[in-house]
């Protein structure tokens, strides 16, 4: 999310029915230097007036504050000197590239040197600094021969203001044929302004009111820009970035806050109830005891339904924690209230499989799950909901059957994809809608089944356990409850990590496991083979193993950008056991439950997150038989990261949980490659870095937005009308209303 971005106007540039409103709503061309082939390129990172280069914040910083003198530069260092210039010559080097070298005098004494400097190309250092000048130079010194040099760096007249050195230096993100030099001076003119201009960041508004930046201690808006862009001192850049951040958290948490209580006050669902007896009479049908965390679950689902409010919670928990069964039973209560249940999952081979699932969850009196037809038959609940599957494979008079019967409630619980959401499909009396995988997803259904005349209660369910930082902020306007317990006698899954010069022991063992019956799943992280580098893809994988090291195996290629029908018929195949290996991409990562798996081999493992890989890792031993994991790396220096999908939990021979994993992965990679494509309707925080943000912001926000929208809950005062537009930003830009 771009909070800090919102708090600009909104109007377009140059829009013809009225005047802008500030310089900010103007083109970036009315900046000087900006030119039409600049501004095409600003375009490409979605900077088109000022307004959007001035919220285009660094991505990082270079120190270079700190003055060496030049008698005392020293080599693999960034380093800032003042010098005088010497001579300056410029040659063709062998390959025709022109290089510009300049000697380095000591303002001190000038006739001690040692030191020179070098550019290839850069024909405006003769021309714009002649011999004598006194000047400011920052980069890094090498060692050329016995003579240290800089090489390529920043030069600016002594007598200029600091823009590219002798400060700390911001550093931004670009594009293809924009110079950093560039984009910096555009920006220093914004911020600071120039001899016949007034500084842009003058016309920002002020989004907070007062009383709550002097409570909170800070920065005014104008001040917190001009250091994030170009600070002062160290200390002042961390006050920026904190002011910036807490914007935007605040406007995260006033738009979850004001989504949430519109729900509360305008949707009115149906409450759903089970006596004691009821629901103890259907945990004991089931073929397993439930754990303590599913009874928990449970318990807080069930006062939810009860509700006349509906219930909007995250079920979490790792893979195999039982989340379809706490479904389950939540379906069953809407059933036994004379309501219907509808259940979507992200592909219709996951959808097939939770449709199977719930139907022997429903039927089941106690017995095996793994009993025959005519066991089951025996075991038979009378008294099971009644239960279909929808997807877009199933079409004529079956399609309209099953369509006819929900609408008139024969039908009471339904399970498929995103075509449960369809115009054809109407509901008798929707009373909770379960949604796998697809937070988001689920959340923003909630508005297609209001148009349906329904307020479903809404449980979402996920196998990627959430750092409690991101579901403090991202997921606020949602209950979680969390399965931290696995059922008893799953075995945990043997996990190495090996180089790659490993392989050819890997793949005769791999031949092994399939000669004992066994299936295996060989993972790439990307499809196609790229020349330009070495990383390994499903395609080249595919080729080689069924040529060499697995042949005679019976193999099969999966990824995304097959059809989904072809995808599906590879993992039905799978499922069937005609297939022995699968190569693929991540497209297994979340996927349907393959008993027979035993082996995950991951190629490039130091390419995906460790919550990636913990998923991946689930996709095996799914019966709760010894089962293995291989995660192969060339990267000596990712190492110390994989070897966390190796670690026991302190005392004991149990591996770290997807929580363990999950909270280590924020912390490596920060939130934005965490949520990933899943997640991605989940603001992207362009600030604040959840893996390591102070929880004390997070909590004051809170609360400063719950004190906003107790006192004035749609913003209307005048005083708030900055962030109510920033709230109305972030619903526009992600759709998430």
């Known amino acids: 999310m771009a909070a800090s971005r919102t708090i600009r106007s909104s109007s377009p540039p140059n829009r013809r029915s009225e005047p802008p409103q500030s310089s900010l709503d103007l083109s970036v061309t009315r900046l000087p230097g900006i030119g039409d082939d600049s501004r095409k390129l600003l375009e490409r990172l979605e900077i088109r007036s000022v307004g959007d280069l001035l919220w285009h914040l660094p991505r990082t910083y270079l120190d270079y504050s700190t003055f060496t003198p030049i008698r005392s530069v020293r080599a693999e260092h960034d380093q800032t000197v003042e010098a005088i210039l010497g001579h300056i010559g410029q040659r063709r080097t062998a390959r025709g590239q022109l290089m510009t070298e300049v000697e380095l005098l000591d303002p001190a004494d000038s006739t001690a040197t040692s030191v020179r400097a070098t550019w290839f190309g850069r024909q405006f250092i003769k021309e714009r600094y002649p011999e004598g000048q006194l000047v400011r130079l920052s980069g890094k010194v090498k060692w050329f021969g016995r003579t240290l040099q800089f090489a390529n760096p920043k030069i600016e007249s002594a007598s200029a203001e600091a823009v590219h050195t002798g400060r700390i230096v911001p550093v931004y993100a670009l594009t293809d044929g924009l110079k950093e030099g560039h984009l910096r001076r555009w920006l220093h003119t914004a911020v600071f302004g120039g001899a016949k201009r007034t500084a842009v960041v003058r016309e920002v508004p002020e989004p907070l009111p007062d009383e709550i930046r002097e409570r909170r201690g800070l920065l005014p808006i104008q001040d917190a820009l001009r250091e994030v862009h170009f600070p002062s001192t160290w200390p002042d850049l961390f006050a920026a970035r904190r002011r910036l951040a807490f914007d935007e958290l605040l406007v995260l948490q006033l738009a979850l806050g004001q989504r949430r209580e519109r729900w509360r006050r305008d949707a009115k669902a149906l409450p759903?109830?089970?006596?004691?007896?009821?629901?103890?009479?259907?945990?004991?049908?089931?073929?397993?005891?439930?754990?303590?965390?599913?009874?928990?679950?449970?318990?807080?689902?069930?006062?939810?339904?009860?509700?006349?409010?509906?219930?909007?919670?995250?079920?979490?928990?790792?893979?195999?924690?039982?989340?379809?069964?706490?479904?389950?039973?939540?379906?069953?209560?809407a059933v036994a209230s004379g309501a219907q249940a509808a259940l979507m999952a992200p592909t219709e081979l996951l959808a097939e499989q939770h449709h199977r699932s719930l139907t022997e969850l429903f039927e089941s009196r106690g017995g095996s799950s793994g009993a025959g037809a005519a066991a089951r038959e025996a075991t038979r609940d009378a008294t099971a909901p009644r239960t279909a599957l929808l997807t877009s494979s199933v079409t004529g008079t079956a399609r309209r059957a099953i369509i006819d019967a929900l609408a008139s409630g024969e039908l009471e619980v339904i399970v498929g994809t995103h075509a449960l959401v369809e115009e054809a499909v109407t509901f008798k009396r929707l009373g909770l809608a379960i949604v796998d995988e697809q937070h988001r997803f689920g959340v923003r259904q909630r508005a297609t089944f209001r148009e349906k005349g329904l307020d479903p209660h809404l449980l979402l369910t996920t196998a990627t356990p959430i750092p409690q930082t991101l579901s403090q902020t991202v997921y606020r306007d949602l209950d979680i409850s969390v399965l931290d317990e696995m059922p008893s006698g799953r075995q945990s899954i043997r996990t190495e990590v090996r180089p790659h010069d490993a392989l050819p022991k890997v793949w005769p063992?791999?031949?092994?496991?399939?000669?004992?019956?066994?299936?295996?799943?060989?993972?790439?992280?990307?499809?196609?083979?790229?020349?330009?580098?070495?990383?390994?893809?499903?395609?080249?994988?595919?080729?080689?193993?069924?040529?060499?090291?697995?042949?005679?195996l019976r193999l099969a290629l999966l990824h995304g950008r097959m059809p989904a029908r072809e995808r599906d018929e590879v993992m039905r195949r799978f499922a069937d056991r005609e297939i022995d290996v699968i190569v693929a991409t991540t497209v297994v990562e979340v996927g349907i439950d393959i008993p027979n798996a035993t082996v995950m081999v991951v190629l490039g493992a130091e390419r995906f997150g460790l919550a990636q890989l913990h998923?991946?890792?689930?996709?095996?031993?799914?019966?709760?038989?010894?089962?293995?994991?291989?995660?192969?790396?060339?990267?000596?220096?990712?190492?110390?990261?994989?070897?966390?999908?190796?670690?026991?939990?302190?005392?004991?021979?149990?591996?770290?949980?997807?929580?363990?994993?999950?909270?280590?992965?924020?912390?490596?990679?920060?939130?934005?490659?965490?949520?990933?494509?899943?997640?991605?309707?989940?603001?992207?925080?362009?600030?604040?870095?959840?893996?390591?943000?102070?929880?004390?912001?997070?909590?004051?926000?809170?609360?400063?937005?719950?004190?906003?929208?107790?006192?004035?809950?749609?913003?209307?005062?005048?005083?708030?009308?900055?962030?109510?537009?920033?709230?109305?930003?972030?619903?526009?830009?992600?759709?998430?209303?």
Do not use: N
Request: include cysteine; hydrophobic fraction near 45%; charged fraction near 30%.
């Open 272 to 333: 759903l109830r089970a006596d004691d007896a009821t629901a103890e009479r259907w945990v004991a049908t089931l073929p397993f005891a439930l754990t303590g965390a599913q009874r928990r679950a449970f318990s807080e689902i069930r006062a939810d339904l009860a509700q006349r409010v509906p219930m909007s919670r995250l079920l979490e928990g790792d893979v195999g924690s039982g989340k379809t069964v706490v479904a389950a039973l939540a379906a069953r209560i």
């Open 509 to 552: 063992w791999v031949r092994q496991r399939v000669a004992l019956g066994e299936q295996a799943f060989v993972v790439t992280p990307r499809i196609e083979e790229d020349p330009e580098d070495d990383v390994p893809s499903a395609e080249a994988t595919f080729r080689d193993l069924a040529a060499k090291d697995l042949a005679g």
């Open 615 to 737: 998923q991946l890792r689930g996709r095996v031993g799914r019966r709760g038989q010894r089962a293995y994991c291989v995660l192969v790396s060339e990267k000596a220096e990712e190492s110390e990261r994989l070897a966390a999908m190796t670690e026991r939990k302190p005392g004991t021979d149990d591996p770290l949980d997807g929580f363990d994993l999950a909270k280590r992965d924020l912390e490596i990679r920060g939130a934005g490659e965490f949520l990933g494509e899943r997640q991605s309707g989940a603001p992207e925080l362009r600030i604040v870095d959840l893996a390591d943000v102070d929880p004390a912001l997070i909590d004051d926000t809170a609360a400063e937005a719950d004190q906003l929208l107790a006192t004035d809950p749609q913003l209307e005062r005048p005083e708030h009308g900055s962030l109510a537009e920033a709230v109305a930003a972030l619903w526009r830009r992600y759709a998430l209303a």
